[in-house]
């Protein structure tokens, strides 16, 4: 399938971080303003930000790019957040997209209140999304291991109180599955869903298929980041096609954090041929050094996905959204009229 093509189909994303998808220039100029340890040349310092090409998979190396000591002020948040959403769409046509942030990313290291600092991130995150006219919600994101479960809770009834969340749809658990599993926030996910809100959860990405059980029933996940291990449990396909829970896979993430080991043999393909409700996302594209258009094009050229495959993606997707159903029917109609005008 012709490449050009690929890049200029609608996409529909629902799971790509903005801690792993920032704008190399503005990280560059932050780095000097403040003095901190990095490359002035910037060719050498966009190489410390991002996973070698040629890089065997290396779990500790992926996770080592998340830095987060970029900011000596709010306004330094304000402009790496403004200029991430700003330079979103590098040339991968999102048609819509569901951007995932972490506050206490952008707070903990200068000790910001996380209050203060979640309002600068949405007013920078607001404005870039007008101005660039993107069709984009957001997504909170919870990190494992930053505090205990009781702080979050604590820091996130403040947030309810204090900030107005209109655009963010979902809650989304990420970070060391490993040492903190899912059942170490099953009372956060009980009060999240009291508030009403969706939540998708990362599990089964580099531990067991157990932890996608844990978060569907005890986290209430109706969406799973990664999820891959899910294909190892027959008893667990059949759950989560029951239960309609939508899978966000990311293959070119896999790969480099050796969830797989390759992504020729990646479970997506399978999964979607099994009727699992599989969708197709970035993940961390500027850590990975790739686009969302990468994705695509290891779906079509290494496990032989064609058009209609790609298209079911997507509409999954549309389905598994946080959107509501008049707005997933509106844009299930907009995103087919732009996807027929593209390929016919
Ligand atoms: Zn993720």
Redesign the pocket.
């Known amino acids: 399938m012709d490449k050009h093509l690929l890049q200029k189909l609608p996409k529909i994303e629902l799971?790509r971080?903005i801690e792993?998808a920032f704008h190399p220039e503005t990280l560059f100029h932050i780095a000097m303003k403040n003095q901190l340890d990095f490359p002035s040349n910037f060719h050498e310092f966009k190489n410390t930000l991002q996973f070698p090409k040629d890089s065997k998979p290396d779990f500790a190396l992926f996770l080592s790019k998340f830095y987060n000591k970029w900011y000596n002020s709010l306004d330094d948040v304000y402009t790496v957040v403004y200029n991430s959403f700003v330079h979103l769409d590098n040339n991968e046509n999102l048609f819509y997209s569901e951007i995932?942030f972490n506050p206490f990313h952008f707070a903990i290291h200068q000790g910001f209140d996380p209050v203060e600092t979640l309002k600068v991130f949405l007013m920078a995150a607001r404005s870039a999304i007008r101005a660039t006219k993107q069709n984009t919600k957001l997504l909170m994101t919870i990190n494992r291991g930053f505090y205990p479960e009781d702080k979050y809770i604590e820091v996130f009834q403040q947030f309810m109180k204090h900030v107005d969340l209109l655009d963010v749809v979902g809650i989304?658990l990420?970070g060391d599955e490993v040492n903190f599993p899912p059942e170490h926030f099953t009372k956060f996910f009980n009060l999240i869903q009291s508030y009403g809100y969706p939540c998708t959860i990362?599990a089964g990405?580099v531990t067991s298929a157990g932890q996608i059980w844990t978060a569907i029933d005890q986290l209430h996940a109706k969406r799973i980041?990664?999820g891959v291990k899910v294909i190892e449990d027959s008893q667990l396909l059949h759950y989560v096609k029951e239960k309609g829970i939508a899978f966000?896979m990311?293959p070119i993430?896999n790969y480099q954090t050796g969830a797989y080991i390759d992504t020729k043999t990646h479970p997506i393909k399978s999964l979607l041929e099994q009727g699992v409700k599989v969708t197709l996302n970035s993940?961390?594209p500027t850590v990975q050094n790739t686009t969302l258009v990468d994705d695509y094009i290891a779906c079509v050229d290494q496990m032989g996905m064609n058009l209609e495959n790609l298209h079911t993606l997507n509409t999954n997707a549309i389905n598994a959204s946080f959107l509501t159903n008049k707005e997933k029917t509106q844009l299930y109609n907009q995103f087919n009229m732009q996807w027929n005008k593209t390929i016919y």
């Open positions: 799971h971080h792993g995932r989304d990420a990362h990405e980041g990664h966000e990311c993430s993940d961390d």
